[in-house]
């Protein structure tokens, strides 16, 4: 798939809203966030995900986030939903998906400096994402 150049990215960023994936990974009722190293949301904790490309699949893009961000082959395991998060950098509608590891080993891309699983959100978690981890949870019954 063709990437952006950066002048069309600044040129779309000013006018579009992105539609974007998130993705939910649990271990022993635990979330797996990443601390961000990038705006918008420099050094807050997230949800790997990535932005859909033309002619991908959120499926598609879920599993491209999960091999990308964290080296991983994931399987999805349900839909939890869409979200959006509005800021001055940029307009993202996020579409959550709980996923389970088909293999791997975890390990962060460039985007992230550390990673770690939490049983409770940390205070510096991305405001849309916090939302979205709260229905995970109530969706699995956490």
């Known amino acids: ?44 904790w997230h949800l790997p995900g990535h932005m859909i490309k033309k002619n991908e699949s959120m499926r598609q893009a879920v599993k491209r986030a999960g091999k990308n961000e964290l080296s991983l082959d994931v399987t999805i395991k349900k839909y939890v939903g869409v979200y959006e998060s509005l800021n001055s950098f940029r307009h993202d509608i996020s579409h959550g998906f709980i996923v389970k590891i088909k293999s791997g080993d975890i390990k962060t891309d460039f ?15 991305i405001p849309h994402q916090k939302k979205m981890i709260k229905e995970a949870k109530r969706i699995l019954k956490i």
């Open 1 to 44: 798939m063709k990437k952006s150049s950066t002048k069309n990215y600044e040129k779309f960023i000013k006018v579009f809203p992105f539609s974007c994936v998130d993705v939910l990974l649990f271990k022993n009722d635990a979330i797996l966030l990443t601390k961000r190293t990038r705006n918008p949301y420099k050094n807050y």
């Open 111 to 125: 985007q992230s400096k550390e990673m770690k699983f939490f049983k409770r959100i940390p205070r510096d978690t």
